[in-house]
């Protein structure tokens, strides 16, 4: 690729306008990808940097499957840069795979997407995730309560009614604990037993039921706490 002739200067040596975080904030789309990558990079030699990346790859869709020793290797890229960079990498394939319809195959999996819509908010949300036969989720979750800081009252019905209508297999409950704590109360454990046997009834299975804190998730069927024990 072509060195820009901006590339020779040091960051701080350029007008404001041309520098890449001024560009970045006046229009991203605009930004080629030498400014892109120095925008994440930082740093008085950025763009230096970011032109050894795209020499050294010679595309972005390469640079973007690079792991971190490999990044490491050109000049200028330490193990905080490359560790920016493969976060920007991640982070677009994240929000690519959230289009999708996620296939939850564990607990985490569960937790993990959840969580961006539940866990920092200061209400507690009772949520309902609809899942297919090939545990795909199916739309996006259903939100049925937003409670006080301390309790979301649910009715069981209310629980099944979207998953009756798009023939769902089974869901998986969920609810945030506003005080970052996600150790289930006894009115969560017998909420969930209530809703393994309603959903035996409808043939439609209560897979879990996640609690979600600040950093931390509890599943209660990991905690074999779904039904009563027998």
């Given at each position: 690729?072509?060195?820009?002739?901006?590339?020779?200067?040091?960051?701080?040596?350029?007008?404001?306008?041309?520098?890449?975080?001024?560009?970045?904030?006046?229009?991203?789309?605009?930004?080629?990808?030498?400014?892109?990558?120095?925008?994440?990079?930082?740093?008085?030699?950025?763009?230096?940097?970011?032109?050894?990346?795209?020499?050294?790859?010679?595309?972005?869709?390469?640079?973007s499957?690079?792991?971190?020793?490999?990044?490491?290797?050109?000049y200028?890229?330490?193990?905080?840069?490359?560790?920016?960079?493969?976060?920007?990498?991640?982070?677009?394939?994240?929000a690519?795979?959230?289009?999708c319809?996620?296939?939850?195959?564990?607990?985490?999996?569960?937790?993990?997407?959840?969580?961006?819509?539940?866990?920092?908010?200061?209400?507690?949300?009772?949520?309902?995730?609809?899942?297919?036969?090939?545990?795909?989720?199916?739309?996006?979750?259903?939100?049925?309560?937003?409670?006080?800081?301390?309790?979301?009252?649910?009715?069981?019905?209310?629980?099944?009614?979207?998953?009756?209508?798009?023939?769902?297999?089974?869901?998986?409950?969920?609810?945030?604990?506003?005080?970052?704590?996600?150790?289930?109360?006894?009115?969560?454990?017998?909420?969930?037993?209530?809703?393994?046997?309603?959903?035996?009834?409808?043939?439609?299975?209560?897979?879990?039921?996640?609690?979600?804190?600040?950093?931390?998730f509890?599943?209660?069927?990991?905690?074999?706490?779904?039904?009563?024990?027998?």
């Open positions: 690729m072509a060195a820009d002739a901006s590339s020779d200067l040091a960051v701080h040596m350029l007008p404001l306008r041309e520098t890449p975080a001024y560009r970045v904030r006046a229009d991203v789309s605009a930004c080629n990808s030498m400014e892109l990558l120095a925008a994440v990079i930082g740093g008085p030699h950025a763009l230096r940097t970011a032109e050894r990346l795209l020499s050294r790859f010679g595309a972005m869709s390469a640079l499957r690079a792991q971190l020793p490999e990044l490491t290797q050109v200028g890229v330490g193990p905080q840069t490359a560790t920016r960079l493969l976060a920007a990498f991640e982070l677009p394939r994240r690519e795979a959230d289009t319809d996620p296939v939850i195959r564990s607990p985490a999996d569960a937790a993990d997407w959840l969580r961006p819509r539940l866990a920092h908010t200061e209400q507690e949300h009772f949520a309902v995730l609809l899942l297919n036969a090939r545990n795909r989720i199916i739309g996006d979750p259903v939100d049925l309560v937003r409670g006080s800081v301390s309790t979301a009252q649910v009715r069981v019905a209310e629980v099944f009614r979207d998953a009756i209508r798009v023939n769902a297999i089974g869901v998986i409950v969920c609810h945030n604990h506003p005080s970052g704590d996600p150790s289930p109360s006894p009115e969560d454990v017998a909420l969930t037993r209530a809703l393994v046997q309603a959903g035996q009834l409808l043939g439609i299975e209560v897979m879990d039921h996640i609690v979600l804190g600040y950093q931390r509890v599943s209660l069927k990991e905690r074999g706490l779904l039904t009563e024990p027998g």
